[in-house]
């Protein structure tokens, strides 16, 4: 039984930062690729940042240089590290995992994904 489960969302002010996690388990240690993705309300889902099995990590334009993406399997924990916030950033965030292929801006090919945790930045 897989299982993403994310926390460390909440509302900052623009320049702010958030950390977020999700713990997984299940089958997902096991699984090379993982993400994160977020959706804004009204919007389509966006894919973020993502980090392959050797630790290699990749990140969408607009995120690029103020997001960090890392991931230690020991402890069964995926981490989005958030700094210089901006209210576009403002969206419900997903941690995923198992995508065909590993992407920062893959959405819905993710074969798991948990229930999202909420950043709001105003």
């Known amino acids: 039984h897989v299982q993403l489960v994310e926390s460390g969302g909440g509302s900052v002010q623009p320049g702010g930062a958030l950390r977020l996690s999700c713990a997984y388990s299940?089958?997902?240690?096991?699984?090379?690729?993982m993400g994160w993705f977020r959706q804004a309300p009204g919007k389509g889902r966006e894919g973020v940042a993502a980090?392959?099995?050797?630790?290699?990590?990749k990140y969408a334009d607009s995120v690029k240089g103020r997001f960090t993406i890392s991931r230690d399997n020991a402890k069964a924990t995926l981490t989005l590290e958030m700094s210089s916030l901006m209210p576009e950033d403002t969206a419900k965030y997903y941690c995923?995992?198992?995508?065909?292929?590993?992407?920062?801006?893959?959405?819905?090919?993710?074969?798991?994904w948990g229930q999202g945790t909420q950043v709001t930045v105003s």
């Open positions: 995923a995992a198992d995508p065909p292929r590993c992407s920062a801006t893959m959405t819905w090919g993710y074969k798991f």
């Open positions: 299940g089958v997902i240690s096991f699984i090379s690729c």
């Open positions: 980090i392959d099995g050797a630790g290699v990590t």
